[in-house]
Structure formats: structure tokens, C-alpha cells
């Protein structure tokens, strides 16, 4: 069992950054590939970016590569997202998420959810 707790959302206005931090429990979450997804306004969850175990293997969505970076820290439990460049079509809720199995775009391969953290974009 992994237990994920998003941290970092907020309001921040249109060009800024944000960086936010999924912490893991338990002892094998270097094991497992993790992700990152979002969820705005009337809208499905879509798959943001992803990293494989060893964080030698990262995944973007087309909407956010060159803005977002994804990295992890293993020694402790820990993945981040960073976002620069923040426009409103990025405002939503985020969510971290573990892979058992490697690392995949589809939200339906997760098996372990956070409950998510809200970021706003003003403009």
C-alpha cells in the first residue's frame, strides 16, 4: 500500500511558477513509476507527466512540455512537479499517482491516487 499527499498548489498569476510535491509512504516507492494528472473545470482527468522508477524515463503531455518538469527523489519518497510559464488553461486540481507496473500516460494503470492539490491561474 502507498499513501500519496500533494502539496505546493495555490493562486498564482498568468507567467509564474509553482512547484508541487507528492510525498510517499512506505519503503517501496522507488519501486514504483509515478505520475502526475489534473483535473479542471467540467473537465476528465488528463495525464500531465510521468517518470519511471529510477527518474531516468520522463513523459509529457503535449500541453506542457517545455513548461512543467517532472523529477523524484527516492531518498525521500518524494516526486515534484515544477511549472513555469503558468497560463489559466492550467488551472485545475492535481493529482500524483503510483504505477506498480511502469511508468504509462493512461490514469487507468495508476493504483494509487493523493487527493489531490488545487492550483489557480489568474490572468
Known amino acids: 500500500q502507498v499513501q500519496l499527499v500533494e502539496s505546493g498548489g495555490g493562486l498564482v498569476q498568468a507567467g509564474g511558477s509553482l512547484r508541487l510535491s507528492c510525498a510517499a509512504s512506505?519503503?517501496?516507492?522507488?519501486?514504483?513509476?509515478m505520475g502526475w494528472f489534473r483535473q479542471g473545470p467540467g473537465k476528465e482527468r488528463e495525464f500531465v507527466a510521468a517518470?519511471?522508477?529510477?527518474?531516468?524515463?520522463?513523459y509529457y503531455a503535449d500541453s506542457v512540455k517545455g513548461r512543467f518538469t517532472i523529477s523524484r527523489d527516492n531518498a525521500k519518497n518524494t516526486v515534484y512537479l515544477q511549472m513555469n510559464s503558468l497560463k489559466p488553461e492550467d488551472t485545475a486540481v492535481y493529482y500524483c499517482?503510483?504505477?506498480?507496473?511502469?511508468?504509462?500516460?493512461?490514469?487507468?494503470?495508476?493504483?494509487?491516487w493523493g487527493q489531490g492539490t488545487q492550483v489557480t491561474v489568474s490572468s
Open positions: 512506505g519503503r517501496t516507492f522507488s519501486s514504483y513509476a
Open positions: 517518470i519511471s522508477w529510477s527518474g531516468g524515463n520522463t
Open positions: 499517482a503510483a504505477d506498480r507496473i511502469g511508468v504509462a500516460t493512461m490514469s487507468i494503470a495508476y493504483d494509487y
